[in-house]
T-cell receptor, first 110, second 113 residues
Framework: KQEVTQIPAALSVPEGENLVLNCSFT??????LQWFRQDPGKGLTSLLL?????REQTSGRLNASLDKSSGRSTLYIAASQPGDSATYLC?????????FGDGTTLTVKP | DAGVTQSPTHLIKTRGQQVTLRCSPK?????VSWYQQALGQGPQFIFQ???????QRGNFPDRFSGHQFPNYSSELNVNALLLGDSALYLC???FGTGGTEAFFGQGTRLTVV
């Protein structure tokens, strides 16, 4: 059974800092890994999708890496802004379903 | 492209009642999955529908059932509602039952009182 763990559960940083969010998973037989952002009371916003054959993906200030053999992914956020405050979820996808971690709640202080 | 659409956005029900949530997949997608997200937790997989049949199921009781229509849209039904069923219910659509990218709707917030 796939299990996904996200560390830390919560993170508070001053504006402008670079930060790394971590995601680990137990079964490396995945099709892809996806990072989402969730604002309080809202749905999921997809940030980055990494296919199992890829090592990383970049979008603006975001960079996600994937090491399938070790069951790890990281989301790097450069030059954090207060608008980045949200919960960040990672999800691994096997045949037909996604397994999510419980997220990291990020607060960026002005 | 409207993406994945869910209705209603919010719903309040009384314990013991039944509820139906609806989902329209993204254009070109034929597979719909449902997830339950309790407060402070990640979404949990409920089940997946493809070709109008339930293909996979997570660890949810039989009170949770679903349906997929010929136009690929889907319904999630929950019977005998419990207070613990209060959650955000998310629908995701994809093409086929493999590992293609899933697109998520904005969810239905169900409150059971």
């Amino acid at each position: 059974k796939q299990e996904v763990t996200q560390i830390p559960a919560a993170l508070s940083v001053p504006e402008g800092e670079n930060l790394v969010l971590n995601c680990s998973f137990t079964d490396s037989a995945i099709y892809n890994l996806q990072w989402f952002r969730q604002d309080p009371g809202k749905g999921l916003t997809s940030l980055l999708l990494i296919q199992s054959s890829q090592r990383e993906q970049t979008s603006g200030r975001l960079n996600a890496s994937l090491d399938k053999s070790s069951g790890r992914s990281t989301l790097y956020i450069a030059a954090s802004q207060p608008g980045d405050s949200a919960t960040y979820l990672c999800a691994v996808r096997d045949a037909g379903k996604s397994t999510f971690g419980d997220g990291t709640t990020l607060t960026v202080k002005p | 492209d409207a993406g994945v659409t869910q209705s209603p956005t919010h719903l309040i029900k009384t314990r013991g009642q039944q509820v139906t949530l609806r989902c329209s997949p993204k254009s070109g997608h034929d597979t719909v999955s449902w997830y339950q997200q309790a407060l402070g937790q990640g979404p949990q997989f409920i089940f997946q529908y493809y070709e109008e049949e339930e293909r996979q199921r997570g660890n949810f009781p039989d009170r949770f059932s679903g349906h997929q229509f010929p136009n690929y849209s889907s319904e999630l039904n929950v019977n005998a509602l419990l207070l613990g069923d209060s959650a955000l219910y998310l629908c995701a659509s994809s093409f086929g039952t493999g590992g293609t990218e899933a697109f998520f709707g904005q969810g239905t917030r169900l409150t059971v009182v």
